[in-house]
């Protein structure tokens, strides 16, 4: 007589699940951050991105003189990237320490250019007082709220616009450093972006930094990630890949993916990892099947219409941050939001080629790539000369002198009405859902630093729960 042993239901999918990596989509920070902290707790994964190369926003070009010119982040500090430190280090790049030089305001239509002057000692006697007061602010009204996905909820006061946040606790000279260190840096306008955003943004020394106070870091954060997926992953990164759909409707989700110039394959998960800002548009590219609840909460994020670029500026000097000027001329508003280059700079000094960042309306169709690329070359082209030199004439820019340029779907968040209805508890209850996971910026903010945390926090979350039922 032979004995067979009977194992439960439950148990064999456990086994099989078990058996199943995790596939995480997107080799950006918060993909590989999650990847690595899973691999270290036994788990297998897979992590399927759409580029050529890791490191998702954080893309780089290299013109061969030695240098780097970052298409996305570029700078930290110490204190606020703690979880990021540890990847660099991984990494062994290095990292420089940076300030920008003399500030000149341009007009893009005309291409003039005015030197912005020395602040008064009043001025700065101001900003230091109001940095003082900021930071105590910050910490009784924010600190208890600004956890990976928000979860205890956002208090009314922290769903208002950042301008109307700054002008009910009477800021009066924070309001021109925050705008600083949002437009060109993709945060957009301080009258739409909600405060709970910034106040995550803006630490004590990051905004000492915008306020030209300290020194932040330079670091090429493309090779950072592309020295990191070497040393800390061990499961593959299929890179070049076109996923045409995801299937969630069995016991465990099922990739179907193409990789160039290759017939279509599918990979069976033991969960799910979306590693990119969840709207929409970005969600049923991936031919992903989404709930009355997943659409509900998704149709709601927003992302901000940023494009970066690497130029060659010959004429253009080292040493001088550009930025265009308000259209109000006030430097506590921000310029136009029509897809004109906002700002640029060289970052290193044998360098000719500069850094340059643009933006768009947002949650505007009308800004579009074609759009943005045409109006780069045009007011570059009427900018690219020495604003120090009266009567230098501008050399125009053409197609070969544009080594880079990319549109980012940039900062995505909620805006102050689905802040206050409570929007976050709803996305935080998708996590887990149909063995979904999200990370990214929405989950805390867009930077490199919470796209890592929230890589490691969704890990962290998958590793300790069974998937839940399906809602």
């Known amino acids: 007589m032979k004995w067979q042993h009977l194992v439960p239901a439950a148990l064999t999918a456990s086994m099989v699940n078990a058996a199943l990596p995790v596939c995480i989509v997107g080799a950006g920070p918060a993909g590989l951050a999650a990847a690595n902290k899973l691999e270290a707790k036994g788990h297998h994964v897979v992590v399927f991105e759409k580029q050529a190369r890791v490191g998702g926003k954080c893309q780089a070009v290299y013109p061969g003189d030695g240098s780097f010119n970052p298409l996305g982040a570029l700078l930290f500090s110490n204190a606020t990237y703690r979880e990021t430190l540890k990847i660099i280090d991984a990494s062994g790049v290095a990292a420089v320490p940076f300030r920008t030089g003399a500030v000149w305001r341009y007009d893009y239509v005309t291409g003039v250019a005015v030197r912005q002057g020395a602040p008064s000692a009043a001025f700065v006697g101001l900003v230091q007082a109001e940095l003082a007061r900021y930071v105590k602010l910050r ?3 924010f600190a208890n709220y600004s956890g990976i996905g928000y979860r205890i909820g956002v208090p009314r006061e922290l769903t208002v616009t950042t301008a109307e946040w700054l002008r009910t606790n009477n800021f009066k000279a924070l309001p021109v450093v925050f705008v600083n260190g949002m437009v060109p840096y993709g945060y957009g306008d301080p ?23 300290q020194s932040g870091y330079l670091i090429d954060f493309h090779k950072v990630f592309v020295n990191f997926a070497k040393s800390s992953i061990t499961g593959p990164i299929r890179l070049g890949t076109t996923i045409t759909s995801i299937d969630r409707t069995g016991a465990q989700p099922e990739i179907t993916y193409r990789r160039k110039g290759q017939r279509l394959e599918s990979q069976h998960c033991s969960s799910l990892i979306l590693a990119f800002p969840p709207t929409l548009a970005a969600l049923e590219a991936a031919g992903l099947t989404l709930s009355p609840e997943e659409s509900r909460v998704f149709s709601r994020v927003g992302v901000i219409n940023y494009y970066s670029s690497a130029v060659r500026l010959a004429a253009s000097p080292h040493g001088i941050f550009q930025e265009a000027a308000s259209i109000a001329d006030d430097p506590a508003l921000p310029p136009p939001a029509d897809d004109e280059p906002v700002a640029f700079l060289h970052l290193h000094p044998n360098s000719s080629v500069a850094n340059v960042w643009s933006w768009g309306a947002y949650r505007s169709p009308a800004s579009t790539e074609a759009t943005a690329y045409a109006k780069l070359k045009a007011a570059l082209s009427r900018l690219n000369r020495d604003p120090r030199v009266p009567g230098a004439t501008a050399v125009p820019v053409t197609d070969k002198d544009v080594l880079g340029f990319a549109k980012h779907e940039y900062f995505p968040h909620f805006d102050s009405v689905e802040l206050e209805t409570g929007l976050y508890g709803r996305f935080d209850s998708l996590q887990g859902t149909k063995r979904t996971y999200f990370a990214s910026g929405l989950n805390a903010l867009e930077t490199v630093e919470f796209a890592v945390r929230a890589g490691e926090d969704v890990a962290a979350s998958l590793s300790r729960h069974i998937p839940h039922d399906d809602i």
């Open 191 to 213: 009258r739409e972006t909600p405060i709970l955003y910034m106040l995550q943004y803006f630490t004590p020394e990051v905004l000492a930094s915008f306020a030209g106070l």
């Open 139 to 141: 910490q009784a009204v």
